[in-house]
């Protein structure tokens, strides 16, 4: 939820409507300007893109590549999430100077009903649903007694707005949570063993909050961010911020462009359940946001390359 967006120019190459990486086909590369920390997949691709609006929409990519917009608002809409039927989009919204305005809302993709989840004075966001499509859990600034936080917890709650129950008490930070599709497990980011802001690690729990593991041990500047599952529920694989400065420092800098070399390297990883961690990108450029394709073996990332 704290991740700041970095709009570049990117080169997204599409197979089947995917992100390609690291299968060996060459398909041709088509240029757009996406917002790096919003996009989300499954065997649809719903993203959050600035292209048509300076606040940011939500828009649906088929799988044979036809681009339909979804949202058209003056609010900002970030981290959309299908649904496992693939029927309704969860994603957080709100005023981009007003944080307290930021909540979770449902959209239905046949009908474009949209509802709003959580409704408050606090920051909800990150959404992702579990398995069977019942609930959903979020990232939220409050404390136990619901009131304003300046760290954030992960939190569940049913599709209809009931049942609200927070998983995670930590002190420091907790954040960009996803459930296993198994439905056993929830993996996370966190900073509660660094505490030290921006400087996250990867962890796993049960779905209920118990049994909360450290998968990632980052050093110096590290950072690891985006943990998303194999169908298979035994291995994460998530992006690693690698540069020379904290990334704190890196997301108060105004001009992307201007300063390149501070925001890189990001390179992708996969751990096990384990922490048996492995590097699958060497890169000194932007490798990140990896998913599973759910069908197929491969796994696939957005890569950025320096643009004026």
Not at 179 to 203: C, L
């Amino acid at each position: 939820m704290k991740k700041i967006g970095i709009f570049v120019i990117v080169t997204v190459i599409l197979i089947l409507g995917l992100v390609f990486l690291f299968t060996q086909e060459g398909p041709t590369p088509v240029e757009d300007s996406y917002d790096l920390w919003e996009q989300q997949s499954n065997e649809k691709i719903v993203f959050s893109s600035r292209a048509d609006s300076p606040e940011g929409e939500l828009y649906l990519l088929d799988n044979a590549g036809e681009i339909s917009r979804l949202t058209n608002n003056e609010r900002h809409e970030a981290n959309p999430a299908l649904s496992p039927n693939g029927e309704k989009v969860a994603f957080h919204a709100g005023n981009e100077n007003n944080p307290q305005s930021w909540g979770i809302y449902i959209l239905n993709l046949e009908t474009s009903a949209e509802t709003r989840l959580t409704n408050n004075n606090l920051i909800d966001g990150h959404p992702d649903w579990s398995p069977d499509g019942s609930k959903i859990i979020f990232t939220s600034f409050r404390d136990s007694q619901g009131n304003p936080s300046s760290t954030s917890d992960i939190y569940v709650i049913n599709t209809d707005g009931t049942g609200l129950n927070r998983l995670t008490t930590s002190e420091w930070d907790d954040a960009d949570a996803e459930w296993s599709p198994d439905g056993s497990k929830i993996v996370f980011k966190s900073t509660r063993n660094t505490q030290q802001q921006y400087r996250e690690e990867i962890y796993v729990m049960d779905n209920d909050g118990s049994d909360i593991q450290r998968l990632t041990t980052t050093s110096d500047n590290e950072s690891d961010h985006d943990p998303s599952w194999s169908p298979d529920s035994k291995t994460i694989v998530f992006n690693r911020y690698e540069g020379s400065r904290l990334w704190i420092e890196i997301t108060e800098l105004n001009i992307i462009q201007n300063y390149w070399q501070e925001l890189t390297p990001w390179n992708v990883y996969k751990t096990d359940l384990n922490g048996n961690v492995t590097k699958l990108t060497d890169t000194d450029n932007i490798a990140g946001l990896p998913i599973f394709f759910p069908q197929m073996e491969q796994k696939f990332c957005l890569t950025i390359k320096n643009s004026s």
